[in-house]
């Protein structure tokens, strides 16, 4: 499903110029005390070292703010976005003005660490469900993300192995609870959501029971959210279906339950804990003694 934001390269990179400008902002404001005690013509050589094994991700935002403030800076990286890296490895080599690399190193790091917990964390459930007989499920993301971040997390979803649901509320529709509530009903509101959105990347619509689940079919849905189903009801929604709509399974998923979600034939999972729920990766940087 092609998501809103085209992730293409050079919007990734015009992004991550963006997202960093706006926190070296915020880290440095009127300027970097103590940076200033380094000599302005001093330069330095730097490792950034990954203290546990992870999915690179970031690459983007952290050359964004070193760049930012030294744009003749080096930057040589050895594990590559997507790739994995091991406890200790060295990820990053940086040579530049030693007060830009001062300056930059945390809003870097931020980063870093962030982008890389997500995209490890995603990893994980794709890695889960891989092996699954039968399984064609996709690992999907949510909106739960950190305010102002949400592409970046999006994009460090999809360096995991996973894919992106909609990117907000302007390019899809996810019908709820309280929409039907509020709408008049399952059919009622599918009908509105055809008249009103034609545009819309996908029109969704969440179902708490097996008999919403045969009203919204009945009501011509072609992509419905199954929301906290256990296991046999996730597998007769499967059956009852029989093709007609793409499925998807919200809520209750993780580690330990995501294999049996995915052995009983649904398109889609879920998982707001991708973006919310996330410990970052522990990244370094070290300076080497050889400074000019």
Known sequence: MTPFFDFSDAAVAALAQADAARALQEDVGSGDLTASLIEPARRARAQVIAREAAVICGAPWAQAALQQLDPEVSLRWHVAQG???TPDQVVLEIE???RALLTAERTALN???LLSAVATKTAS??????EVPGNRAQIVDTR???PGLRLAQKYAVRCGGGSNHRIGLYDAVLIKENHIAAAGGISAVLQRAATLAPGAK???IEVETLAQLAQALDAGATMVLLDNMNLAQLQEAVRLNAGRALLEVSGGVNLATVRAIAATGVDRISIGALTKDVSATDFSMRFSSDVT
């Open 125 to 130: 459930y794709v890695d889960a469900v891989r």
């Open 202 to 204: 996908f029109v969704e």
């Open 111 to 113: 980063f870093l660490q």
């Open 83 to 85: 790739q994995r890296c």
């Open 144 to 146: 739960k993300t950190l």
């Open 96 to 98: 530049g003005s030693a």
